[in-house]
């Protein structure tokens, strides 16, 4: 006869080695007996331990981080009636990003998002969409998630979230939220915490979250620092971001703790604030030397500033703690590919293959390191490989249109006139490749059709200084100076510092005069 463990240590087991689907099932069959003897050397029951074991592993199935998952959506950015002065000094706002502080590279050479900071080496959420200044400039937002709809707060995460509690168990939610005497529960520490969490993440339920916390952080007398960094994430996720910002600061008060510490500048980010946020990260630094999640959290502001260099500096920092941090390796590799140096880039990327990162935008950045490195044997190997991992056609479009630059690079037109084409097959809403193929028409002499081509780029991102440049110059060309001079003012608004465009526009109001 073999030897089997009691039920309940065996739900413990399952949980400890994260096999949330077992123990959720064993703590189910556990409730379904009559409810059992007091645990010895315990002031629960059997059944009050399996019930909050299994809201535990329920909740863990479904269980996201709230520091990094922070996706602004459309609602948030477009419909924020939290005042914020329309004209920041510079250098204090995410919302305006000035000009490159650190002396980065500039957009002729590093690409910016729609929001006017450069793009960044590792993909956050916070780094999809920018700001944008309009409803229209919203709407079209790149997407993200593969939904068919533009980045917000409710796509994919929070809706999933809400529905897992259906998903879970066939007959309906595992506990009915609308029976529950949330004073009676806020009486039980040790159950309250367990029942908050599955609330708050596995039903998505977050005014009756708020409610429990707030009914057992009275019941503590407000002294339980856990109960108020709750309280301060429910405040977050409703919008309330002053009153969560005191929680946030109350806690820190009674318990320093690093994850306080990023909710308190996340809030802050919120807020547009990020000098504010800065100064907590560097504040925390100095109660907690070396943590690597502040040391990182003030270069992903600087890197949003746009000051490129202080931001290099403190991803410097993070590797000199965690050599093995991909996010930091990623943005000095990328930061040093923009400042014309991608053999020390290769090293970087290398870096993370070694560590075991095998995907098609770390073969893409390969690729293009091998090409302008001058090692041309590798280039179109690496370029085949992400190729052969491109996930969907987002991915694919991108490879082909850095295969694209490469055969502008060899000389074959051709070639690059074809892999422009594919990327607009895999990518039809991809800007880049329609200003690129525009100026592939004008050295062919097809005028009309460059014209359209850069129009569509144009219109698609506004935010780029090369279509509009590329539009004077054609229209300038063909003798519609007014054109001209109105695309020229754009492209002028987007890289205030191009000197091209400032000598057409001088040339322009040259001939205005003499007529």
């Avoid at 074809?418 to 525009?438: G, I, P, S, W």
């Avoid at 020229?488 to 040259?510: M, N, R, W, Y």
Wanted: proline share 4%; glycine share 6%.
């Amino acid at each position: 006869m073999g030897l089997e463990l009691e039920p309940l240590f065996q739900a413990w087991s399952y949980f400890r080695r994260r096999k949330f689907r077992q123990c959720s099932d064993l703590c189910s069959q556990l409730l379904e007996r009559p409810p059992g003897e007091q645990e010895p050397d315990s002031e629960y029951t059997v059944f009050q331990a399996a019930w909050s074991l299994k809201t535990r592993a329920l909740t863990e199935m479904v269980y996201v981080d709230e520091i990094d998952m922070d996706q602004e959506g459309i609602a948030e950015m477009v419909l924020d009636e939290n005042a914020i002065a329309q004209v920041a000094r510079p250098g204090t706002s995410l919302k305006l990003p000035g000009t490159s502080q650190g002396g980065g590279p500039s957009p002729a050479v590093r690409p910016v998002t729609q929001s006017g900071r450069p793009i960044t080496g590792f993909v956050r959420p916070s780094t999809q969409s920018g700001r944008p200044s309009t409803m229209e400039q919203a709407i079209k937002t790149p997407r993200t998630a593969l939904t068919a709809r533009p980045i917000t707060s409710a796509s994919g995460r929070y809706v999933r979230l809400g529905t897992a509690s259906m998903l879970t168990n066939p007959d309906g939610p595992f506990i009915n939220l609308s029976r529950l005497n949330l004073a009676k529960y806020a009486q039980k520490p040790k159950l309250a915490k367990a029942l908050f969490e599955y609330i708050f993440h596995h039903e998505n339920d977050v005014k009756n979250a708020l409610d429990l916390a707030a009914l057992a952080t009275e019941h503590a007398q407000f002294k339980d620092w856990w109960w108020k960094v709750q309280i301060g994430k429910c405040y977050y996720r409703l919008g309330l971001y002053r009153e969560a910002e005191k929680q946030f600061k109350s806690a820190l008060k009674q318990q320093d703790m690093v994850d306080t510490i990023l909710y308190l500048a996340k809030v802050y980010l919120r807020l547009d604030q990020p000098v504010t946020a800065l100064n907590v990260f560097k504040q925390g630094l100095d109660r907690f030397p070396g943590e690597v999640t502040l040391t990182c959290g003030i270069a992903r502001i600087y890197e949003e500033m746009n000051n490129i260099s202080s931001a290099a500096e403190y991803y410097k920092d993070v590797l000199k703690q965690d050599n093995t941090h991909v996010e930091a390796i990623a943005c000095i590799g990328s930061n040093h590919f923009y400042s014309d140096q991608p053999e020390i880039a290769l090293r970087f990327y290398r870096r993370l293959l070694q560590m075991g990162v095998y995907n098609c935008q770390l073969f893409n950045n390969l690729g293009l390191c091998c090409f302008y490195a001058q090692q041309y044997d590798m280039t179109l190997s690496s370029f085949e490989r992400a190729l052969f991992l491109a996930e969907n056609q987002e991915e694919t479009a991108d490879v082909w249109y850095n295969l694209g630059h490469v055969a502008v690079g060899i000389g074959d037109l051709n070639l690059a006139y074809q892999c422009f084409r594919l990327t607009l097959v895999n990518n039809n809403d991809y800007a880049e490749a329609y200003n690129n193929l525009a100026v592939l028409e004008m050295r062919k002499g097809h005028i009309e059709q460059a014209r359209a081509l850069l129009q569509t780029a144009s219109s698609l991102a506004p935010h780029m200084y090369e279509p509009h440049f590329n539009f004077a110059i054609l229209s300038e060309k063909v003798g519609d100076l007014q054109r001209s001079y109105t695309a020229a003012q754009k492209s002028e608004e987007a890289f205030p510092g191009h000197v091209d465009t400032q000598q057409l526009i001088k040339q322009l109001k040259q001939h205005f005069a003499m007529l």
